[in-house]
């Protein structure tokens, strides 16, 4: 059985920093593609970045068009231990969310459309 467990989430100040954990279990990373996603309350569940075939990283357009978004969000990889991170730095109020990781199959190098299986997800409180 496929299982997917988010760990790091809490509550900091702004200007701090988390590093978010998922832990993928039942399958290896190279089947499949790793996404983060974020839901801020009282909105829609975003994506904030995720990994493709051949090792590319790759964020959301709508951060990177943001104040340096794109620099204070780092999706990562242990392919060994099957662990996908979220380094998130510079943490302000409105990253405050649930962040889930998700997983959608990947073949010869291209990721599906569609996820297919959702960790629970870590809370992320940022406090001014």
């Known amino acids: 059985e496929v299982q997917l467990e988010e760990s790091g989430g809490g509550s900091v100040e702004t200007g701090g920093s988390l590093k978010l954990s998922c832990v993928v279990s039942g399958y290896t990373f190279p089947s499949y593609c790793m996404g983060w996603f974020r839901r801020a309350p009282g909105s829609e569940r975003e994506g904030v970045a995720h990994t493709e075939g051949y090792g590319r990283l790759v964020y959301s357009d709508s951060l990177e068009k943001s104040d340096s978004l794109e620099n204070r969000f780092t999706i990562s990889q242990d392919s060994a231990n099957n662990i996908v991170y979220l380094q998130i730095n510079s943490l302000k109020p409105e990253d405050t969310g649930m962040y889930y990781c998700?997983?959608?199959?990947?073949?010869?190098?291209?990721?599906?459309?569609?996820?297919?299986?959702w960790g629970q997800g870590t809370q992320v409180t940022v406090s001014s």
């Open positions: 998700a997983a959608r199959p990947m073949s010869g190098g291209v990721c599906y459309d569609h996820y297919k299986y």
